[in-house]
C-alpha cells in the first residue's frame, strides 16, 4: 500500500489549498479513505473521511470550509480546504482502511499564516 500527499505549503489567512492523496496497492474504490493533520506539539486529529459509497464526514472544527472527495477512476482522495485558519497548520496525512488493514501516508505541510 503506498499513499502521497501533494499540495500543501504556505497560505494567508482566509485562502484556500487542495490536497491530493494519490493510492496505490489495494482496491481503492472499496476502501474508506480519510484525512488527519498533527499540529505542533499536539496528537493526532482526524479531519475527514469518506466511504465507498461517497458519504462524507467531517470534524466540528473543519466542518463547512473543508470538503473532501474521491476520483475512483483516478485512484485519488482530494481535501479541499477554504477558508483557512492559522489554527489549521499541521502536517496533514491521508489514511486508508481496506481489506489490507490500516495504512498512512507521509504528510503535507500546510502553514497558514500572514
Known amino acids: 500500500v503506498q499513499l502521497a500527499e501533494s499540495g500543501g505549503g504556505l497560505v494567508q489567512p482566509g485562502g484556500s489549498l487542495r490536497l491530493s492523496c494519490a493510492a496505490s496497492g489495494f482496491t481503492f474504490r472499496t476502501s474508506t479513505m480519510r484525512w488527519a493533520r498533527q499540529a505542533p506539539g499536539k496528537g493526532l486529529e482526524w479531519v475527514s473521511r469518506?466511504?465507498?459509497?461517497?458519504?462524507?464526514y467531517y470534524a466540528d472544527s473543519v466542518k463547512g470550509r473543508f470538503t473532501i472527495s474521491r476520483d475512483n477512476a483516478k485512484n485519488t482522495v482530494y481535501l479541499q480546504m477554504n477558508s483557512l485558519k492559522p489554527e489549521d497548520t499541521a502536517v496533514y496525512y491521508c489514511?486508508?482502511?481496506?481489506?489490507?488493514?490500516?495504512?498512512w501516508g507521509q504528510g503535507t505541510q500546510v502553514t497558514v499564516s500572514s
Open positions: 469518506i466511504y465507498s459509497d461517497g458519504s462524507t
Open positions: 489514511g486508508s482502511s481496506s481489506r489490507l488493514g490500516d495504512f
